[in-house]
Structures are given as C-alpha cells and as structure tokens.
C-alpha cells in the first residue's frame, strides 16, 4: 500500500470517503483510482465532475462510450471481485456534455452509482448533496453553468446567454437561473451540519480558486485570480455544512500551496490537480481534520 493509506488490518470505521475530481476521461487515473478503492474499501467514493473525455467542439472519444465501454464495466467488475463496494457519489462539471446525463442514470439503474446534481441521498447518519454549475466561463460549453449571484460576467469570459448547450435549454434558464437560487432550493431550510456538499466550483477568495491569472488583462481590466462562486461562498458562510468537496480550478494546490481549508465549522476540499497524477482526498467524516492528498 502507499504511504498514506488506512491499511487493510485497521478496523473498518464506517465513514471512510475518497475524493477525487477533473479526471477528464484520462483512463489510468481512473484506473488508479479503481486500485486504490480496490485496495482499501473506502464506504464512498466521491467524483466531483469532470469526469468524461471529449471537449464540446472538438474530435476525440465519444464521452457516452467512455461511460457504457470503460466506466461502468470497470465499476460492475470492481463490485463482481472485490470483497466490498462502496456507495459511489458523482456529479458532472463544466467541461461534460449534459446529454450524458442519461448514460449515467442507464449506470445508475444498474446499482454502480448515485447520480446526484440537484439531488439529495442519504448515507449513514450524513446527507450528500450534489451540484455540478459554475459561475460563467471562457469557454462556449454551458450546460453547467450558471449567473453566480446575478448577471454579472466577469471580463473574457462569455455569459449563460451567449454559449451553446448539448440539450435545448429555454431563454428564462440562460437569462435568469442563479447559483444563489439553484442552492437555496436544493438546500431547503434544514439542518446540514452532518451534510456532505459534492461541488465541481469551489467558493470565491479562497485557496481552492486562485488562478494562474497574475497580470492578465482584458481589454486594459485585470482579471481577478480568484475565479470560484461568490453564492458558494455566501452559502457555505451561512449555512455551514459539515463537509463542501470542489474541484474546476486545477493550479489551485500549486498556487496557494493548500487543498484543505475551513470557513467557520465547515472544512473544505478540493482534488483539482494540474499535473498528470491522480490527486487522492482520503478523509474519515469523525475526523476531517485529519484527511490527506496524495499524488499517485
């Protein structure tokens, strides 16, 4: 086992969770990851979006047969051989097409995973929450994004209104749909302090959204290098969940030299990653100051 591992001979603790997020359809990550949970039957697994080869727009794998050919095979191989299989949490994220939504519903009607955006499930004594949207981008894919707490666009980077959608979409949900009101529904007014936030954005000014934009201009306007949802903030603040999971911003490690941070009760982590390994968050929800990040 690598150095950062429970180890098998532990007493099994029923709130064990891996984190990993932005694998971007690179299969040995994938397969990296599989090993890994293989080898040391974490109770879940959480993807934070991400997940599927093929950028909107360009050639390259079909991401509907990465999942039927690639995923959920190696996932119903993984539950057939290994001596357990953990509940398995995912949402998709902005560079995913949101046509592959039902590609992943066909897995999850086969019991290899839980499809959660905008959705609620519970897990022991906690309750994950899923949502893949983030705030506008660059990039002409908008199926996950959304106006972060109004419509505001920060500069070079294209609106809600202005992108293209694999699935129809109305006017009203291009021009009016929020971050801020998505949150509010999901949540309700309940209680989340034993709530698990599965988010691909991470929250606005802090050390999981810092950017590689230092002195980048638009048009003479210097960009902001913290590029994370001010509603996700805002949320976190005032609601404070035990436990918020982000990924989307892949330098952000790099440049801010943390994954880990807390805002108030609530810790947060983020398994964006840059480089070519596999970034995985091993956490226990008894003990979360104690998670680690280990490079594979």
């Not at 992943?104 to 086969?110: D, G, I, K, S, W």
């Not at 979409?169 to 309940?190: F, M, Q």
């Not at 994370?228 to 952000?252: K, V, W």
């Not at 956490?283 to 979360?288: A, G, K, M, Q």
Request: with cysteine; glycine share 8%; charged share 25%.
């Amino acid at each position: 086992m690598r150095r950062g591992g429970w180890g098998r001979e532990q007493e099994r603790i029923l709130t064990r969770c891996v984190f990993v997020s932005d694998l971007h359809g690179d299969r040995g990550k994938y397969g990296k990851l599989l090993r890994a949970v293989a080898l040391e039957r974490p109770d879940a697994v959480f993807l934070g979006g991400d997940l599927l080869p093929f950028k909107f727009g360009s050639p390259g794998r079909s991401p509907r047969d990465f999942i039927r050919q690639y995923l959920a095979p190696e996932l119903n191989r993984l539950r057939n051989e290994a001596d357990h299989f953990p509940r398995i949490f995912l949402i998709l994220g902005n560079d995913d097409q949101r046509t592959e939504e039902a590609t992943l519903q066909e897995a999850e009607r086969l019991g290899l995973l839980e499809y959660v955006h905008q959705r609620q499930a519970s897990f022991g004594g906690f309750q994950v929450y899923g949502y893949a949207c983030v705030p506008p981008t660059p990039f002409l894919l908008k199926d996950w994004e959304r106006y972060d707490v109004s419509r505001y666009v920060d500069p070079g980077c294209i609106s809600p209104e202005e992108g293209r959608y694999s699935l129809p979409t109305s006017d009203e949900a291009r021009k009016y749909s929020t971050i801020k009101a998505d949150l509010e529904r999901l949540a309700g007014n309940v209680a989340l302090d034993q709530a698990i936030f599965l988010f691909h954005a991470p929250p606005h000014d802090t050390c999981l959204d810092r950017a590689a934009l230092d002195g980048v201009a638009v048009d003479g306007v210097p960009l902001e290098v913290h590029v994370g949802s001010i509603a996700i903030r805002r949320f976190i603040e005032e609601r404070q969940p035990l436990l918020t999971l982000h990924g989307h911003i892949h330098e952000s490690a790099r440049l801010s030299h943390t994954w880990h941070e807390r805002i108030g009760r609530t810790h947060l982590f983020s398994a964006a990653h840059e480089g070519p390994e596999l970034a995985l968050v091993r956490f226990d929800l008894e003990s979360l100051g104690e998670a680690t990040r280990e490079l594979i």
